[in-house]
């Protein structure tokens, strides 16, 4: 069972009422893979009947049509989802399927196909979603899966923001790649894409989002020859003073470019290159005022080397990443890098543990879970309030799980299923 299957089961194992969870998935195969090792776990974990109930609008098309439009999506997906209808008794998952979807990048050849009118339909069918999303939670009475490969993900968060922020959890599976280390889950592409989205996450909006959301993209998919071809020309416009992103995308692309010859150079001489491209990446922070962002390019370099297995620079990574952070937040100039300082101790214990140190990795392990317990109370203190997230909250779970200590692995995903959303306020005892 992947990571990403084991940590949805086990949202889903405790899920009471309604939520919803996305699946990040290339295709349909690996979608029916993650359906099967769950039918066959979740009924025992759960102590009742699990009945999946997929919402397909293909299900009775006419002769000749190969997608649904409008009127299949409105019947099959939008109508059941924002009025009650009958369930079998037991817990009941609705699937929405979207991996055989078209997404266009070349839509005058799409458009001969009719794939533009396919992703129009489902781009109708996710606003629909976003203005109906406090009917649909109402009605929900148990988990919504959306399944989506990457384009059309991208599609849900252009016209659904407001939906995409209220999900319960966010899973990826690539069936296309090797599996990773337990230290390292998820796909390099994953890795890479989370790196350089904490990176630009200021980049967002236009002028300069189209270039970013290439940038993470290229990653998700494992488009590295494309991805090479965007650092090399960010950083060839940036050393010639041409503008086609801010200065802290030309920092990203001046440490991806070492780290992908990696593909044809082999990790070592990749390390060794990004180690070397580290004095000019120092110089333009300091000169640009953008010193802020070198732990973001530590985390970077740390998701590579975690990747390939070199645990001794990923560690010094997210370490010199966490006190880059821990610098920032001391001086009173990181408000909101809690979070992130707390996930970059995980990542600490997941590459001790993985170089067979888990008395060290327990020491980190403690300062992340003292971090989310003190930090509120230091914060309070400021005038500020910070309250963990249950994302933040389960990593811990997943983490003392990891090590064997069951206790306090139960302890925090309870905590986890009680804490409010990030940015909602407690409900009064």
Request: aromatic share 8%; with cysteine; proline share 8%.
């Amino acid at each position: 069972m992947t990571t990403a299957s084991l940590r949805l089961r086990n949202s889903l194992a405790l899920l009471e009422g309604g939520g919803v969870f996305f699946l990040r998935s290339p295709g349909k195969r690996e979608l029916d893979a993650v359906v099967t090792e769950l039918e066959r776990g979740l009924p025992a974990l759960r102590q009742e009947p699990v009945h999946w109930l997929p919402l397909d609008p293909t299900r009775g098309l006419p002769e000749g049509r190969l997608f649904a439009g409008q009127d299949e999506l409105l019947r099959a997906i939008l109508e059941p989802l924002a009025a009650p209808v009958i369930q079998p008794p037991g817990h009941n998952i609705l699937l929405v399927d979207a991996t055989l979807v078209h997404c266009c990048e070349d839509r005058t050849w799409c458009g001969l196909l009719g794939h533009v009118a396919e992703e129009e339909a489902w781009a109708w069918l996710f606003r629909r979603m976003n203005e109906l999303r406090n009917t649909i939670l109402k009605v929900l009475r148990g988990p919504l899966i959306l399944c989506l490969p990457p384009k059309m993900e991208l599609l849900f968060i252009d016209h659904a923001p407001d939906f995409w922020s209220i999900r319960s959890g966010h899973y990826v599976f690539d069936g296309l790649v090797r599996p990773l280390p337990p230290a390292a889950p998820g796909t390099l592409g994953e890795l890479t894409a989370e790196a350089i989205r904490q990176t630009l996450r200021p980049l967002g909006q236009e002028p300069w989002g189209t270039r970013a959301r290439q940038a993470l993209l290229l990653a998700q998919e494992e488009r590295w020859s494309e991805l090479l071809i965007w650092a090399e020309d960010t950083v060839a416009a940036f050393r010639g003073r041409r503008h086609y992103l801010p200065p802290a995308g030309s920092l990203v692309a001046l440490l991806l470019c070492p780290l992908l010859s990696a593909f044809s150079a082999g990790w070592p001489e990749a390390a060794r290159r990004a180690q070397a491209a580290w004095p000019e990446i120092g110089k333009e922070a300091g000169e640009l005022d953008l010193s802020y962002l070198v732990p973001d390019l530590e985390l970077l370099l740390g998701s590579w080397a975690s990747y390939y297995q070199d645990w001794a620079t990923a560690f010094e990574a997210y370490f010199v990443a966490f006190k880059g952070r821990w610098g920032q937040w001391s001086g009173g100039v990181g408000a909101g890098l809690e979070p992130s300082m707390i996930q970059d101790l995980l990542r600490c214990c997941q590459v001790l543990r993985a170089m067979g140190q888990p008395d060290r990795c327990l020491e980190f392990l403690r300062s992340a879970e003292d971090l989310v317990d003190r930090a509120p109370w230091l914060l309070r203190m400021e005038g500020r309030e910070l309250s963990p997230s249950p994302a933040l909250l389960l990593a811990l779970s997943a983490a003392y799980a990891d090590l064997g200590d069951e206790r306090r692995a139960l302890l925090y995903a309870k905590r986890a299923r009680k804490e409010p959303p990030q940015g909602a306020s407690p409900q009064a005892p």
